[in-house]
């Protein structure tokens, strides 16, 4: 389903009937109520566009330029978002069951309320951002990289792997930086298996 906003969708159907070698900069553009399923957007420039409510389940967008865009409730179940660059992008209630986030950076992204369920996180870097309300559940990551990354009312059942803090949390009543044996006790008594990864040993 096309974009129904026509500047956009032209802009898609000119890259899409021209050489889709070249690189498609939809920078600012409104995919919003589009279905984009299946999709390549491999390293495509999508800065500051919006994808509210768009459906994009099993989308290619690894190495793609997505900094500050907007994918509120969008549907990005099985999607591939590896390196992709995404710095203070918006995932708020969007859904990411299974999504692949490997080496992607997502410095101060909003992820509340998102649906991360079994997501394969790797050694993504959400440094700054915010999980809060996000659902974890089943998710896994290998050296996850989480400092000052806000976690309350997180569900992390099942969650598993290795992260970098320090994380921030309501933690005994005040908002706390917990790293080291602290976030492990965190994340265990929510019924996680994390580990704290200690970057100097890399």
Do not use: C
Not at 19 to 46: K, V
Not at 96 to 117: H, I, K, P, S, Y
């Amino acid at each position: 389903m096309w974009p129904p906003d026509e500047a956009t969708a032209a802009a898609l159907r000119t890259w899409l009937e021209g050489d889709i070698e070249e690189d498609f900069y939809g920078l600012d553009l409104d995919f919003s109520g589009a279905d984009l399923s299946g999709g390549d957007l491999l390293e495509t420039w999508l800065s500051g566009s919006r994808f509210t409510g768009t459906l994009l389940r099993s989308t290619t967008f690894v190495r793609a330029h997505l900094e500050e865009a907007d994918l509120t409730g969008a549907d990005l179940a099985g999607a591939n978002l590896a390196r992709a660059e995404a710095k203070k992008a918006v995932f708020r209630d969007a859904r990411l069951l299974g999504a692949n986030l490997t080496a992607g950076v997502f410095r101060e992204a909003d992820f509340r309320g998102a649906d991360l369920t079994a997501a394969t996180l790797g050694d993504a870097t959400l440094s700054a951002a915010t999980l809060a309300g996000a659902n974890l559940t089943n998710a896994t990551a290998n050296r996850l990289t989480l400092r000052e990354t806000v976690l309350d009312s997180a569900e992390v059942t099942g969650f598993s792997g290795s992260v970098i803090g320090p994380i921030s949390v309501v933690f005994r009543g005040e908002r706390s930086l917990l790293d080291d044996s602290d976030l492990e006790q965190w994340f265990a008594a929510r019924g996680a298996s994390i580990t704290r990864f200690h970057a100097e040993k890399s």
